[in-house]
């Protein structure tokens, strides 16, 4: 598989030959799906508290009669077919959302997603990346130059203070080291610019 390999001025700087198993597997949606579906669940937290029927402030007076009104039979208001009454089974703050996923599975989803952002030209890649000063108009200004114009996903395997803080007032751009890349920021971001060692790290990681 061959990646066009481009400057820091966005001009074409020859190909480079990178692995079909992480840049030519062929799309699976159902995969990435379920990758991404368990990532988001993994972050989730439990923030919600809801209350039994115990716990729920109520009066154990029976509300009416047994017999002889109508209704159907009560015995506490706190029953949850009551308005006002607990809930049945409620959501508690240690609620687990985690979903497991398989090393393989995200392995191959990874690649799934790489070789699909290849296939339509959201990749990019850059022999080098760097920032002289801490500057945001720095980073802008090339990465205008280059074409990236939307949001982008920087990924560097060496991100140094000059970077990280000249693309830190950029709400459209995020700089990852390809150990923090993760399914969601892959998929979110328009366009991804990656550097040829940030290439090599990937295959090391997932080829």
Sequence with gaps: MELNLIDERGQSAGALNASDALFGREYNEALVHQLVTAYMANARCGDRAQLTRAEVRHSTKKPFRQKGTGRARAGMTS??????????????????FSQKVNRKMYRAGIAAILSRLAKDGRLSVVEGLSVDAPKTRILAGKLKSMGMTDRVLIISPIVDDNLWLSARNLSNVLV????????????????????????????????
């Design 176 to 207: 990852l080291e390809p150990q923090q890349a993760d399914p969601v920021s892959l998929i979110r971001f328009d366009r991804v610019l990656m550097t040829r060692d940030a290439v090599k790290t990937f295959e090391e990681m997932y080829a």
């Design 79 to 96: 029953s949850p077919v009551w308005r006002g009454g607990g809930r049945a089974f409620p959501n508690k703050p240690d609620e687990n």
